[in-house]
């Protein structure tokens, strides 16, 4: 199996900086995209970025300008850096990856647990 941890949540004030990491371990043989996705309470769970293999990074509107995703494969870790945070984006965020356990085994999506992130004064 394939296990996705995430640490770096927390509380900060608005217009504060977080980082967020995921690290992927297990029987791992190759990954494609990696992203991360939010939850509010009440909402849907939505993408936040997205990055490939090759390093090719998309962003929602909302986060663009602000948010930067980075990933190191040799470590099978993806990052978010969240700077000028607003309170909007409180959520329960969660990393993905889409990961091969073998050569001849297809792609499979695994997520984290999700970290928890709350931005108030």
């Known amino acids: 199996q394939v296990q996705l941890v995430e640490s770096g949540g927390g509380l900060v004030q608005p217009g504060g900086s977080l980082r967020l990491s995921c690290a992927a371990s297990g029987t791992i043989f190759s990954i494609d995209d990696m992203g991360w996705f939010r939850q509010a309470p009440g909402k849907q769970r939505d993408l936040v970025a997205s990055?490939?293999?090759?390093?090719?990074?998309n962003y929602a509107d909302s986060v663009k300008g602000r948010f930067t995703i980075s990933r190191d494969n040799a470590k099978n870790t993806v990052y978010l850096q969240m700077n000028s945070l607003k309170p909007e984006d409180t959520a329960v965020y969660y990393c993905n990856a889409d990961a091969k356990r073998g050569r001849w085994f297809g792609v499979k999506t695994y997520w984290g647990q999700g970290t928890q992130v709350t931005v108030s004064s």
């Open positions: 990055i490939t293999s090759g390093l090719s990074t």
